[in-house]
Each structure stands twice: as C-alpha cells, then as structure tokens.
C-alpha cells in the first residue's frame, strides 16, 4: 500500500521524467479542487498528501538503495498542490503557469530548496518539494497583481 500510494498508483514509474508524470497527474484533482471549493481546500489537500507522502515514503526509503528513488512522487503532488494556492481562483492560464514554475523551481533547486534536497532522507525527499510548491505559490501571488485578470479569474 505504501508504494501505491508514493507512487502516485504507479505514475512514478512512467518514463521519462517521473516527477513530471507525478505533478501532471496531480494537477487534474488540485485544480478541480481549486475551480470548486478555493485555495484554502487545495491547501488542506496539500497538508494531507504531504502527511500521507511522509508516512509512505518513510517506509519505503529504508527498502531502496537509492537515496530519493524517482518513482516516488508523492511529494511533487504534495509540491504541486502548495503552487496552486497561489492562484485566486480556476483558470487554464494560471495552472500552466502554477505547473511550469513548480516545475521549473523542483528541478533546478534554488536556494532553500536545494537546500532541502540535500538533508538526505524522508526530510530530503519531501522538504524539496513543499518548499518549491510554497516558493511558486508567492511567485503566483506576486504576478497576480501584473498580469492580465484572464490569468487569475
């Protein structure tokens, strides 16, 4: 079960690019959620797979021999969702831009969150992740205010 669901039911072992399958399909719920019930929904979303992504992760790690093995992407759903609580609202534009700057930030690990990744263990595996989301998220907020309304409905 605890790989079920650091895996995201299997899209961490869908190739190439693993954490990038893991936050796609993390991205059709989040933003359903965040078209319906608001940011503050998408964020207690968030909290809870980030809990659930420590409780799993945590089992698993001690059975690999990799230190952030790249099938789990527990912690890109949990990363994902924290991006979008930057967005006021459900908007197609705003998403993208929510996916591509969590993206972008999970990947070339700036700042505090290479920092994060390099604590090593479940800490590492997650920490990345939320930190990057967070980071998104105030970039998402800060746009907010110059760029078109389109973007942020």
């Given at each position: 079960m605890t790989r079920a669901l650091a895996s995201l039911c299997g899209a961490g072992f869908l190739r190439p690019a693993p954490g990038t399958w893991g936050s796609a399909l993390a991205l059709i719920p989040g933003a359903a959620l965040l078209a319906f019930a608001g940011p503050a929904a998408v964020a207690a979303g968030a909290a809870l797979l980030a809990a659930?992504?420590?409780?799993?992760?945590?089992?698993?790690?001690?059975?690999?021999?990799?230190?952030?093995?790249?099938?789990?992407?527990?912690?890109?759903?949990?990363?994902?969702?924290?991006?979008?609580?930057?967005?006021?609202?459900?908007?197609?534009?705003?998403?993208?831009?929510?996916?591509?700057?969590?993206?972008?930030?999970?990947?070339?690990?700036p700042g505090p969150v290479g920092w994060a990744d390099r604590r090593g263990g479940v800490a590492g595996v997650m920490l990345d992740d939320l930190i990057a989301g967070a980071l998104a998220a105030v970039a998402l907020l800060a746009l907010s205010f110059v760029l078109p309304a389109e973007w942020f409905p």
């Open positions: 659930l992504g420590w409780w799993a992760v945590a089992r698993e790690l001690p059975r690999s021999d990799e230190p952030d093995p790249g099938w789990i992407v527990i912690d890109e759903a949990a990363g994902m969702w924290l991006a979008l609580v930057g967005l006021p609202g459900f908007g197609w534009l705003g998403t993208a831009a929510a996916f591509a700057l969590f993206r972008l930030l999970d990947v070339a690990k």
